[in-house]
Nanobody, 123 residues
Framework: QVHLVESGGGLVQPGGSLVLSCAAS????????MGWLRQAPGKEREFVSA????????YYADSVKGRFTISRDDAKSTVYMQMSKLKPEDTAVYYC????????????????WGQGTQVTVSS
């Protein structure tokens, strides 16, 4: 069982930046592919970014490429997502996900999920 806890959400103006963190309670963190998905009001949950278990591969939705960066710190069992040039359409609840299969993370079928953190982009 893996427990994921997100933090770092909040209210930010358009063009601003935020860093989301997701801490995992597992000694096997290095075995997991990690990712971020989001869900805006009235919309389905969508993939945002993912990073492979070894950090060698990263994946991004077209809507965030060049603006968001995912990274991981295995010593801290934590995955991060640096978000910059934020837009109102980035407003959503952001969920951290973990799975031994990176495809499952990207497809929103991960075994483990955090409780979500709200990001609101508004002036």
């Amino acid at each position: 069982q893996v427990h994921l806890v997100e933090s770092g959400g909040g209210l930010v103006q358009p063009g601003g930046s935020l860093v989301l963190s997701c801490a995992a309670s597992t000694s096997a963190f290095r075995s997991y592919n990690m990712g971020w998905l989001r869900q805006a009001p009235g919309k389905e949950r969508e993939f945002v970014s993912a990073i492979s278990y070894d950090g060698e591969n990263t994946y991004y939705a077209d809507s965030v490429k060049g603006r968001f960066t995912i990274s991981r710190d295995d010593a801290k069992s934590t995955v991060y997502m640096q978000m910059s040039k934020l837009k109102p359409e980035d407003t959503a609840v952001y969920y951290c996900a973990a799975d031994s299969d990176s495809d499952y993370v990207i497809q929103g079928r991960a075994d483990y999920w955090g409780q979500g953190t709200q990001v609101t982009v508004s002036s």
